[in-house]
């Protein structure tokens, strides 16, 4: 089965200063891995994904993220972070699986709040 | 929030009360997904479906009830049955279900909250 750890609920960075935040994932087989942004009270935004490729993915709003298969990270960073970037963050991961559907698994969230 | 819309933004239920969720896309996806938002517990899945009259339940079907007759519409139905609907239901689609590097893309969400 399937699974994808957020382990922080909250990181508090000041801004302008770089920001990351943690997600550690567990497949069977490859992993095809998300972010999201969530402000509140809305739905979900995609921000980027890892498929294959480039360990370093790039994505909107001046987000990136790093695969890295031997530590089962996908970690979300921003080299100086937004007041606006304030926000809840969800990091999914999908199983190429064995067949059949294979559904996307959220983490908890994360909320990171940038103060002035 | 793309082209999905879900209606309304806010929903009361009643007790012993069934009430209906509306989720719409205009982006032509064939695959389209139900999912409740609880507080600390991430998404949840509800239902999904893949194509046009085909459904299947997700982890938390039960006191839910859904129908997919149509490409662009996947009303999702809270139903009496379902105990603790207190929370925030968000729709999603994709392009194909199938395939596994596709992106989920996510309507504005119904909060449900009971009387």
């Known amino acids: 089965a399937q699974s994808v750890a957020q382990p922080e609920d909250q990181v508090n960075v000041a801004e302008g200063n770089p920001l990351t935040v943690k997600c550690t994932y567990s497949?069977?087989?490859?992993?095809?891995l998300f972010w999201y942004v969530q402000y509140p009270n809305r739905g979900l935004q995609f921000l980027l994904k890892y498929i294959t490729g480039d360990n370093l993915v790039k994505g909107s709003y001046g987000f990136e993220a790093e695969f890295n298969k031997s530590q089962t990270s996908f970690h979300l960073k921003k080299p100086s972070a937004l007041v606006s970037d304030s926000a809840l963050y969800f990091c999914?991961?999908?199983?190429?699986?064995?067949?059949?559907?294979?559904?996307?698994?959220f983490g908890t969230g994360t909320k990171l709040q940038v103060i002035p | 929030d793309g082209g999905i819309t879900q209606s309304p933004k806010y929903l009361f239920r009643k007790e012993g009360q069934n009430v209906t969720l509306s989720c719409e896309q205009n982006l032509n996806h064939d695959a389209m997904y139900w999912y409740r938002q609880d507080p600390g517990q991430g998404l949840r899945l509800i239902y999904y479906?893949?194509?046009?009259?085909?459904?299947q339940k997700g982890d938390i079907a039960e006191g839910y009830s859904v129908s997919r007759e149509k490409k662009e519409s996947f009303p999702l139905t809270v139903t009496s049955a379902q105990k603790n609907p207190t929370a925030f239901y968000l729709c999603?689609?994709?392009?194909?279900?199938?395939?596994?590097?596709?992106?989920?893309?996510f309507g504005p969400g119904t909060r449900l909250l009971v009387l």
């Open positions: 999603a689609s994709s392009l194909r279900g199938w395939d596994y590097q596709e992106t989920q893309y």
């Open positions: 999914a991961v999908r199983d190429m699986g064995s067949g059949g559907y294979q559904k996307v698994t």
């Open positions: 497949v069977s087989g490859n992993p095809y």
């Open positions: 479906s893949q194509i046009v009259n085909d459904f």
